[in-house]
T-cell receptor
Framework: DAKTTQPTSMDCAEGRAANLPCNHS???????VYWYRQIHSQGPQYIIHGLKNNETNEMASLIITEDRKSSTLILPHATLRDTAVYYC???????????FGKGTSLLVTP | DSGVTQTPKHLITATGQRVTLRCSPRSGDLSVYWYQQSLDQGLQFLIQYYNGEERAKGNILERFSAQQFPDLHSELNLSSLELGDSALYFC??????????????FGPGTRLTVL
């Protein structure tokens, strides 16, 4: 899997949009961009994934640049329960393990 | 609720002992993955089983072993436990169907404390 780079930590005010960036400049054509989050000591939770088109689901939106070298996860209206570590993972659909990095620790404040 | 279950939730044992962690995957998922998360190491992949067969190994110690049974549940066996084995152990499952996206879903984890 391609290496991803994320900021160590970010803050966001409750009710505002949280925009979490991820750099994956060496991503290959068959690798998807996956986002997971882990709320303190709970199991990682799948959020969203995409290949090259922007994606949206009930949890978040994923914006992938045209050259696929970076992406942004958007939580449109952050709540306190969104405080978590967010992991961006470049992963092919080969059915093998995920390579979690250090992720971004997002703190949502009142 | 991811649909993946793990038992027990907590386990406290002594050094040198052996324990077994159990995981039931989501209905229909063929792959089971085991990950370890300790304070200073982040989430580390240990081992993967696919439809009863070992498929991939990560940073798994020789003291650790796993298996996947015909009903697709999996067990992770940890033996000769050391203080450093204290960690959260997560199981994940995925469909692993050819030509389909293979999202992994994680269980709530087992917290192992070795005293």
């Amino acid at each position: 899997d391609a290496k991803t780079t994320q900021p160590t930590s970010m803050d966001c005010a409750e009710g505002r949009a949280a925009n979490l960036p991820c750099n994956h400049s060496t991503i290959s054509g068959n690798e998807y961009v996956y986002w997971y989050r882990q709320i303190h000591s709970q199991g990682p939770q799948y959020i969203i994934h995409g290949l090259k088109n922007n994606e949206t689901n009930e949890m978040a939106s994923l914006i992938i640049t045209e050259d696929r070298k970076s992406s942004t996860l958007i939580l449109p209206h952050a709540t306190l329960r969104d405080t978590a570590v967010y992991y961006c993972i470049a992963h092919s659909n080969s059915g093998y393990a995920l390579n979690f990095g250090k992720g971004t620790s997002l703190l949502v404040t009142p | 609720d991811s649909g993946v279950t793990q038992t027990p939730k907590h386990l406290i044992t002594a050094t040198g002992q052996r324990v077994t962690l159990r995981c039931s995957p989501r209905s229909g998922d063929l792959s089971v993955y085991w990950y370890q998360q300790s304070l200073d190491q982040g989430l580390q992949f240990l081992i993967q089983y696919y439809n009863g067969e070992e498929r991939a190994k990560g940073n798994i110690l020789e003291r650790f072993s796993a298996q996947q049974f015909p009903d697709l549940h999996s067990e992770l066996n940890l033996s000769s436990l050391e203080l450093g084995d204290s960690a959260l152990y997560f199981c994940a499952s995925s469909p692993s169907l050819a030509g389909d996206t293979d999202t992994q879903y994680f269980g709530p984890g087992t917290r192992l404390t070795v005293l």
